[in-house]
């Protein structure tokens, strides 16, 4: 028995780091400032949303509202339909295009995201966000030294977002470099977070610094701040994982599961 525990342990980690592959790009300030409500009100709020924008036909923020609960949700191809339906009442936005960006890129279409964010930068070369974003959407196509050039530009452009160095740990990481990850890593793990997000962002830190016990102090922190923080269950799982506790991985696994299966069933059957 003892023999197989490792080879569970590394499966479990590949199915948390397939799960955990989208906590990157929950970034976007929109994200960052949704509070995660239950199936029930969910289901409420998006009949208003289907009535508004059934209301107002000419109207883009009906269809932005709606399009960003179908990304919190997970419906990342209906967020995209109304993300252009939004651009095509209000062309020329950047950040229409840069939310239809981030639902390119977690439904998987990194080209498309690359192009959209690109677009934005054009509209807008002031937002360090779309640089943070465009750069995950280059690591996802491999294009290393172009994310290298988004984050330094984010950088620049705002030396305390604790989610540039995150993603730069993460860079650095992939590019073989582990005390430059570590580097960056300690950066974010010197912040003191005061919300979820910030907790999440500093768990993740801590996992590149091997520090799993802090990790799941973090993730437990945000948790306890927003029971309904998918995000939070997924980097604890990830912690756990690591500390070998497969049986706490696995139950905040089934948990963010659980969690997503509710919103998305109770919004696709309202």
């Given at each position: 028995?003892?023999?197989?525990?490792?080879?569970?342990?590394?499966?479990?980690?590949?199915?948390?780091a397939?799960?955990?592959?989208?906590?990157?790009?929950?970034?976007?300030?929109?994200?960052?400032?949704?509070?995660?409500?239950?199936?029930?009100?969910?289901?409420?709020?998006?009949?208003?949303?289907?009535?508004?924008?059934?209301n107002?036909p000419?109207?883009?923020d009906?269809?932005?509202?709606?399009?960003?609960?179908?990304?919190?949700?997970?419906?990342?191809?209906?967020?995209?339909?109304?993300?252009?339906?939004?651009?095509?009442?209000?062309?020329?936005?950047?950040?229409?295009?840069?939310?239809?960006?981030?639902?390119?890129?977690?439904?998987?279409?990194?080209?498309?995201?690359?192009?959209?964010?690109?677009?934005?930068?054009?509209?807008?070369?002031?937002?360090?966000?779309?640089?943070?974003?465009?750069?995950?959407a280059?690591?996802?196509?491999?294009?290393?030294?172009?994310?290298?050039?988004?984050?330094?530009?984010?950088?620049?452009?705002?030396?305390g977002?604790?989610?540039?160095?995150?993603?730069?740990?993460?860079?650095d990481?992939?590019?073989?470099?582990?005390?430059?990850?570590?580097?960056?890593?300690?950066k974010?793990?010197?912040?003191?977070?005061?919300?979820?997000?910030?907790?999440?962002n500093?768990?993740?830190?801590?996992?590149?610094?091997?520090?799993?016990k802090?990790a799941?102090?973090d993730?437990s922190?945000?948790?306890?701040?927003?029971?309904?923080?998918?995000?939070?269950?997924r980097?604890?799982?990830?912690?756990?994982s690591?500390?070998?506790?497969?049986?706490?991985?696995?139950?905040?696994?089934?948990?963010?599961?659980?969690?997503?299966?509710?919103?998305?069933?109770?919004?696709?059957n309202?």
């Amino acid at each position: 028995m003892d023999e197989k525990r490792p080879r569970m342990t590394a499966s479990l980690r590949v199915l948390i780091a397939v799960l955990c592959a989208v906590v990157g790009l929950l970034g976007w300030r929109m994200v960052r400032k949704y509070r995660a409500a239950s199936p029930t009100r969910m289901v409420a709020e998006m009949r208003l949303m289907d009535e508004e924008v059934k209301n107002n036909p000419l109207d883009p923020d009906p269809l932005l509202k709606r399009a960003f609960s179908y990304v919190v949700v997970g419906e990342y191809q209906k967020a995209v339909d109304d993300y252009s339906a939004a651009l095509a009442l209000r062309p020329g936005s950047w950040q229409i295009l840069g939310l239809r960006a981030q639902a390119f890129q977690l439904k998987g279409d990194y080209v498309r995201s690359l192009s959209d964010n690109t677009d934005a930068i054009k509209l807008n070369p002031n937002d360090g966000a779309l640089y943070v974003q465009r750069a995950q959407a280059n690591v996802r196509l491999r294009l290393y030294r172009e994310a290298q050039k988004d984050l330094d530009k984010a950088l620049e452009m705002d030396p305390g977002n604790m989610e540039v160095y995150l993603n730069r740990g993460d860079l650095d990481v992939m590019l073989k470099k582990p005390e430059e990850a570590k580097a960056e890593y300690k950066k974010v793990a010197s912040f003191m977070p005061d919300n979820p997000q910030a907790f999440c962002n500093r768990a993740r830190a801590r996992i590149g610094l091997q520090d799993y016990k802090g990790a799941v102090e973090d993730a437990s922190q945000a948790i306890e701040m927003n029971p309904q923080n998918v995000t939070a269950y997924r980097i604890r799982a990830m912690a756990y994982s690591y500390l070998n506790d497969l049986a706490g991985a696995q139950k905040d696994i089934y948990e963010s599961s659980q969690l997503n299966r509710s919103r998305r069933n109770a919004v696709n059957n309202r």
